[in-house]
């Protein structure tokens, strides 16, 4: 009997509780979710970002490569070297590891290293002409 | 006892460098000139005019260890390198690269490398070979701020950098690579300058926190980096930033440029622990200019004699007598 009364007013008395706890998990489930979906959106952004740059130093590095192998001057020697630098540094990165404590440091690196050799090949080192975010533009034949 | 002279009119000057043999004194400035002056009897008087090198501010210039180059580092983003003919300069190369301002230049003791820094964090390293041709050896980016100074060591192939991000760096050749070995942290400011002692066992820096760091190269253990302690602080002797610092190479006095326009000198107390040294101010000047002293350089071979230079456009010749 006792028992009984205090479940009625439980629910009564609870009832501000019970709202309010509801009301926490469902805009925590809700938010959640969303954040997901941004978070998805803002890694994807990032990571196409940052593998444009590397992967434009690579194709840089290679196509350079090929242009000098052949040459047996000193001069092409020393910047044959050099390409073969920039290359190993961007081979060695682990592509798959969001997560690499050294992203940042090693990404440095491969961008000075291209630097230097842009100014042994004496060629600029703007390519933000080459880069063109949101898909706009792209190649053209 | 001193001598001051107009440098560089309506503008500032920023550097003062003696040539190696002490013949010679080249100024910077803000008027993108450069000054080569040639003692006269008792004056100073200006022998060239470099002109039309740099299309910004000249921050600093360097000469080679054999005496024949000059190199200036300049707001334009370029070095320039200027072969002495006779009396006269010609620009013999241009080294471009960086992105923004060129903030110094230095020749290593070895006359075959060069280095550069600038306001886009890096530390550029070149290598000149038989042939006058300038390459880019190295790029490095151990900083993450404006790279104010560069300096080498005077006989080993060492480099140290400072920085607006409160560090100095030291590098060394690893590979055919030129990587930062140590960080030095410990300025609560900006490092504006840096000059190792005449053996290259210490180094001295200064800041805008208006302190003097001297630090010196710590034996390592095996297998690790040498790593450098701060074993001296001179603090609260000068009231602003202190611009430039330099070790003198023949008495090991340590002169100091300040932003509250005064010249000062240090002199290290003889019996102090090496590796607690203690320093003590010897000489104060302390409205040496009307304004900040941007630059501070001793006499390669005449003991005592100092030059400095400042915002208003003046150089300022010292000779500093101490007491033993």
């Not at chain 1, 479940?7 to 501000?16: E, P």
């Not at chain 2, 090198?53 to 370029?78: E, I, M």
């Not at chain 2, 240090?266 to 003590?280: I, L, Y």
Request: a negative charge.
């Amino acid at each position: 009997m006792a028992h009984k009364s205090e479940d009625l007013f439980d629910c009564i008395l609870m009832a501000d509780d019970r709202f309010h706890g509801e009301g926490y998990r469902e805009g925590f489930d809700e938010g959640t979710r969303q954040g997901m979906i941004d978070g998805r959106k803002h890694g994807a952004s990032h990571g196409a970002k940052l593998s444009m740059e590397v992967s434009f130093y690579y194709g840089f590095g290679i196509t350079w490569k090929c242009l000098l192998q052949n040459n047996t001057d000193v001069k092409s020697r020393k910047r044959l070297k050099a390409l073969e630098s920039l290359l190993g540094l961007i081979q060695k990165f682990p592509h798959e590891e969001p997560h690499y404590e050294n992203l940042q440091e090693d990404m440095e690196k491969v961008r000075a290293k291209f630097r230097q050799v842009c100014s042994l090949l004496n060629v600029p080192t703007d390519f933000s002409d080459y880069v063109k975010t949101g898909g706009s533009g792209g190649i053209s034949f | 006892m001193w001598l001051k002279f107009n440098a560089h009119p309506d503008s500032r000057c920023w550097y003062v460098a003696w040539n190696p043999k002490g013949t010679l004194l080249a100024s910077c400035g803000g008027d993108r000139a450069i000054r080569i002056w040639g003692k006269e009897g008792d004056s100073w008087e200006c022998k060239t005019v470099l002109q039309d090198g740099h299309q910004r501010t000249v921050r600093k210039v360097a000469w080679s260890p054999c005496g024949n180059y000059l190199a200036s580092a300049s707001f334009d983003a370029t070095t320039c390198i200027w072969k002495k003919k006779n009396d006269d300069f010609e620009c013999l190369t241009v080294l471009e690269g960086h992105e923004n301002e060129v903030k110094c230049v230095a020749w290593a003791p070895s006359g075959n490398l060069l280095a550069t820094c600038s306001r886009d964090k890096s530390v550029w390293i070149w290598e000149v070979d038989e042939e006058d041709e300038y390459e880019c050896v190295s790029v490095v980016n151990s900083h993450t701020q404006d790279v104010k100074h560069v300096v080498w060591h005077p006989t080993q192939e060492l480099l140290a950098s400072c920085s607006y991000d409160n560090n100095v760096c030291v590098y060394k050749e690893e590979d055919d690579d030129w990587e930062c070995r140590a960080t030095l942290e410990g300025h609560t400011a900006t490092v504006w300058g840096l000059t190792f002692d005449p053996s290259g066992q210490r180094l001295a820096s200064c800041s805008d926190d208006r302190t003097v760091k001297i630090w010196k190269e710590c034996q390592p253990e095996e297998g690790t980096d040498a790593a450098w302690k701060c074993v001296c602080t001179l603090s609260g002797f000068h009231g602003r930033t202190v611009y430039d610092i330099a070790w003198c190479p023949l008495t090991g006095a340590l002169a100091t440029a300040c932003g509250d326009d005064g010249v000062r000198v240090f002199k290290e107390d003889e019996t102090a622990d090496p590796d607690q040294p203690v320093f003590s101010l010897s000489a104060h000047v302390p409205k040496a200019h009307t304004q900040d002293v941007n630059c501070i350089a001793w006499h390669p071979k005449e003991a005592g004699l100092l030059v400095s230079c400042s915002d208003n456009g003046e150089i300022a010749v010292w000779n500093y007598q101490s007491e033993v």
